[in-house]
């Protein structure tokens, strides 16, 4: 009998090490999260804070949110360009944090002067920067080194595995992205529209014909003026496909094309459907696999 309190008494303490020893690391959003997840491995688990088919640019934080935050042992975001609400809030974090564009810096008049421009000018009009990084994928491969530099630092005994976790999403990562661009390469001129502008970055990695997109704001309808310009698009460029997004109820995408010989196809910015353990590549695969389709 006291053998086998003894053994219980070893496995609860050996749980415990275990989770304690777990690494927690928080992403904003889901596509983040992926890539996060692939270089974590086992090591521990990664959780977005933004459900993944909410927009990062009208988000709310909530307390259960800032608690995650708090908890956090890395914060990885993309930047106040795409995550406004969260300059403030990461202050609040003991944990090092990420962030994936425009430097590292979070100062309050950073925030103020982000939130004049989205009521200003809806500050999904980037001004030429494009905050969606995780659409290219050798940005997000540069991330991958930065994330695991940063976990290496914190936790040198994983140093190991956390190598040979980056480098086998680097070569799955190069090896989804050379299938990509073979399956790709025959539809390199045909034109098509997305609904709202946050491929660009993927357009033109592989080089794609993108005419338009419809909105800079998913969240908020085209007007009648941009709806009859890409009316007149499709008819006199020979758009040969039109993408809306599961996020977005696409009734007036739907109606603009009705009775025009064109194609409807769906992309997805926020990997609202990916599978976590299926993984970065795989998302960038369902992409581009579902331009292909679309564009045959």
Not at 46 to 57: D, K, Q
Not at 72 to 87: K, M, N, Q, R, S
Request: proline share 5%.
């Amino acid at each position: 009998m006291k053998k086998l309190a003894v053994l219980l008494l070893s496995l609860c303490m050996s749980a415990a090490v275990s989770a304690q020893s777990q690494i927690s690391i928080v992403t904003t959003i889901k596509p983040l999260q992926l890539i996060a997840s692939d270089l974590l491995g086992d090591l521990g688990s990664v959780e977005a804070l933004i459900p993944a088919g909410a927009s990062p640019h009208h988000y709310s934080m909530k307390p259960s949110d800032l608690r995650k935050l708090q908890q956090a042992d890395l914060a990885i975001w993309v930047g106040p360009e795409l995550e406004g609400f969260l300059v403030k809030s990461l202050k609040s974090t003991d944990a090092p944090v990420i962030q994936l564009m425009g430097g590292s810096e979070h100062k309050e008049d950073e925030h103020e002067h982000h939130e004049e421009e989205e009521h200003e000018a809806h500050h999904h009009d980037h001004g030429g920067e494009d905050p969606h990084v995780w659409m290219d994928p050798e940005l997000m491969l540069s991330a991958s080194i930065e994330i695991t530099e940063q976990l290496i630092e914190q936790f040198p005994d994983h140093k190991l595995q956390l190598q040979r976790n980056q480098e086998r999403f680097a070569s799955q990562l190069k090896q989804i992205d050379d299938e990509n661009r073979a399956l790709l390469q025959p539809y390199k001129q045909i034109g098509f529209i997305v609904f709202h502008d946050a491929f660009g970055r993927l357009i033109e990695h592989y080089g794609l014909n993108q005419q338009a997109y419809i909105t800079v704001d998913p969240a908020r309808a085209p007007g009648a003026r941009k709806l009859a310009q890409i009316q007149s698009l499709i008819v006199d460029s020979g758009v040969k496909c039109v993408f809306i997004e599961p996020q977005f109820e696409a009734a007036v995408v739907r109606r603009i094309v009705e009775g025009l010989p064109i194609r409807l196809g769906q992309l997805d910015p926020l990997a609202m459907d990916a599978q976590v353990d299926a993984g970065y590549a795989a998302y960038l695969q369902a992409l581009t696999r579902s331009i292909e389709h679309c564009l045959r």
